[in-house]
């Protein structure tokens, strides 16, 4: 195998996970041609690392590849297909551009170009699925913006029905979802932006609470025991998403995202940027709809919504140890 020639990142300690805020240095190579791309991917040395020692940026896991796993989303009731991965193999972003208003999840920050040829205009050609992306409301802020947007995903199979309509997704509310393998090295948590995109994390080994980016996701999810549990994603510009787990107050933040926080500290939140429990009762309804955020510019949104809430169903799943 040729020595691959991707932009890496090397993490030069473990305290890269610890401080959301720290940086590395990439070290900028040749770009490789579209053949030596993926030959030269499973060998990668770079910013996805463990406490312990560096991993791959880009790692294959075959089993998730070829098939989603998770079940459809908490609130939301998002069920992407195999091939709306939000990323591609290579860890360029995916067809027709879909992506995160929050959180930048391609591992690669320079793929070929081939992949924007994966969609023709909101068509992906892989699947013939049409999916498109609407930006209701974005102020212009400090960090990252606050973005009110929908995602549409025409082929679900069976209608998914949401809080934003039938077959659609609130961008400004992404998801997580936990996969409980029977061998606990094969868990995975499931992030679902939007109707139409997902990325995935695979535990890093069977007693581990991290779960590394596959399949063209990039960063490292790790898992926080508590009341509620939460997940903290940590991305490649040192930014720490957080979701609560399974365990909120009647359920009713279940597997929802909390906040986003630069290195400054900056955050943009539901609910309230300090205090879990009181995000989980200030920021959603007791159906798990987001009532109330907070961007880094500290500008107040609040959602109201008409119409029944879809029924949703309760998950307490956690990690085994």
């Known amino acids: 195998m040729p020595e691959p020639r991707f932009p890496v990142r090397r993490t030069p300690s473990s305290d890269h996970l610890a401080r959301p805020g720290a940086q590395s240095r990439p070290?900028?190579?040749?770009?490789?041609?579209?053949?030596?791309?993926?030959?030269?991917?499973?060998?990668?040395?770079?910013?996805?690392?463990?406490?312990a020692q560096a991993q791959n940026l880009l790692t294959i896991h075959?089993?998730?590849?070829?098939?989603?796993?998770?079940?459809?989303?908490?609130?939301?009731d998002a069920l992407p297909t195999l091939l709306q991965r939000a990323t591609m193999v290579d860890g360029g972003v995916g067809a027709g551009g879909a992506g995160s208003h929050l959180v930048p999840v391609g591992a690669n920050p320079a793929p070929d170009a081939w992949n924007r040829q994966a969609a023709l205009g909101d068509v992906r050609l892989a699947s013939g699925t049409y999916g498109r992306t609407y930006v209701d409301l974005a102020l212009p802020s400090i960090g990252v913006p606050w973005v009110v947007g929908r995602t549409f995903h025409s082929s679900a199979g069976t209608a998914r029905e949401g809080p934003q309509g039938t077959n659609w997704f609130q961008t400004s509310q992404p998801e997580i979802r936990f996969y409980d393998d029977a061998d606990n090295a094969k868990d995975m948590v499931y992030l679902i932006l939007g109707a139409d995109r997902y990325a995935e994390y695979k535990r890093k080994d069977s007693s581990a609470t991290t779960f590394v980016g596959v399949n063209g996701a990039g960063g490292i999810f790790s898992y926080v025991s508590g009341s509620p549990d939460v997940w903290e994603l940590y991305d490649a510009r040192g930014y720490k998403?957080?979701?609560?787990?399974?365990?909120?107050?009647?359920?009713?933040?279940?597997?929802?995202?909390w906040k986003i926080e630069d290195a400054k500290g900056n955050a943009a939140y539901a609910g309230d940027k300090t205090t879990a429990t009181t995000a989980v009762t200030?920021?959603?309804?007791?159906?798990?709809?987001?009532?109330t955020a907070y961007d880094m510019a500290d500008r107040r949104y609040t959602y109201t919504y008409s119409g029944s809430p879809r029924s949703a169903t309760t998950s307490t799943a956690r990690p085994a140890a």
């Not at 791309?37 to 690392?49: D, F, R």
């Not at 075959?62 to 939301?76: F, I, P």
């Not at 609560?244 to 933040?253: D, Y």
């Not at 200030?282 to 009532?291: A, E, M, P, Q």
């Open 27 to 51: 070290e900028l190579r040749q770009r490789p041609s579209t053949t030596g791309m993926l030959a030269g991917a499973l060998t990668l040395a770079g910013a996805v690392a463990s406490p």
């Open 62 to 76: 075959g089993t998730s590849l070829e098939s989603y796993q998770a079940s459809a989303s908490r609130v939301q």
């Open 241 to 257: 998403t957080t979701f609560f787990g399974g365990n909120t107050s009647s359920g009713r933040a279940d597997w929802q995202f």
């Open 282 to 291: 200030s920021g959603y309804d007791t159906s798990g709809r987001l009532t």
